[in-house]
């Protein structure tokens, strides 16, 4: 197996795969405006059905394809999943239960 990846190729190209990682968070961004709004986690977040899995899923494969043909690069699935995850952060588009999360810390 050929190894593909831009970032493992040229290493030291910092300004173009930073460039790219760029472009991909908003490649995010703009998919995630096509969504109505996205409950993160549920009954059971490992769920492969569940919505969010679905679309991550999706957007990680078009995410590829497209830096493919817009850039001619290939992204290691590191920095996809980097990028989709700085993406959701600053997403309006997820919403989360108000007991989702870490517990509540009691200090004694």
Known sequence: ?????????????????????ADLERFFMERFADFPHIRLFGEDPYDYDAPFNRLYDVLM??????????WSYVPTPEQLNRTFF????????????PDDGDPPRHDA
């Open 61 to 70: 494969a078009r995410a590829g394809e497209y830096c493919e043909r817009q």
């Open 86 to 97: 700085r993406a959701v952060g600053r997403s309006n588009k997820f919403i989360r239960d």
């Open 1 to 21: 197996m050929a190894i593909r990846y831009d970032l493992w190729l040229d290493p030291d190209d910092v300004a173009r795969h930073r460039a790219v990682e």
